[in-house]
């Protein structure tokens, strides 16, 4: 298991946080997964907990200001292979984050709220095949991101952003 995230400006080793272009009408990465040289990281589309398939997602997105990012704020998941110039989407896409902005921490990780803290990983745009894929690796030489389309820019010294460990496995190429 190996941990991803940002929590009020401290962030794992293998997470770099970035901050979004807001205000525009495109998705923009606010933090970038880099794994450590000769190892991947694997991103399940499902854990023992909930009913629902996806990778479960707790994040409190703030802005400046300590204000909660606008509850119209889109997620989504990219990946850039190595070689690559473009980023394709390989999540659904969150149209909004009202269940994140109203619930804690504690109370989106609580079994009985999991499911609406899952986002659903898919295949690349680019793909032959299209719906839920059952993970996504990520190499040493990927990119990986977590982009949002929002009207405020992210503060990550207020924020925080956390991936379930058990959706995550770490392995040597």
């Known amino acids: 298991m190996a941990d991803i995230y940002i929590s009020n400006g401290d ?13 525009i009408d495109r998705a923009t990465p606010i933090l970038e997964i880099d794994p450590d040289r000769g190892t991947f990281l694997r991103l399940l589309n499902r854990v023992a907990r909930g009913d629902e398939i996806g990778i479960p997602v707790y994040m409190k997105l703030r802005d400046s200001n300590g204000d909660p990012l606008p509850t119209n704020t889109l997620v989504k ?27 804690d921490l504690t109370t989106q990780r609580d ?10 990983l898919e295949y690349p745009e680019a793909a032959s095949k299209n719906g839920a894929a059952p993970f996504h690796d990520v190499r040493d030489v990927d990119s990986f991101y977590v982009s949002i389309e929002s009207a405020a820019e992210i503060d990550w010294s207020q924020s925080e952003f956390y991936f379930d460990t058990a959706a995550i496995e770490e392995g040597s190429r």
Not at 111 to 120: C, L, S
């Open 111 to 120: 079994v009985d709220n999991i499911d609406n803290a899952k986002v659903t």
């Open 77 to 103: 998941f990219e990946l850039e292979r190595a070689g690559g110039d473009d980023e394709h989407k390989v999540s659904e896409e969150v149209k909004q984050i009202s269940f994140w902005n109203a619930n």
């Open 11 to 23: 962030s794992a080793d293998v997470v770099e946080p970035k901050t979004n272009a807001a205000g």
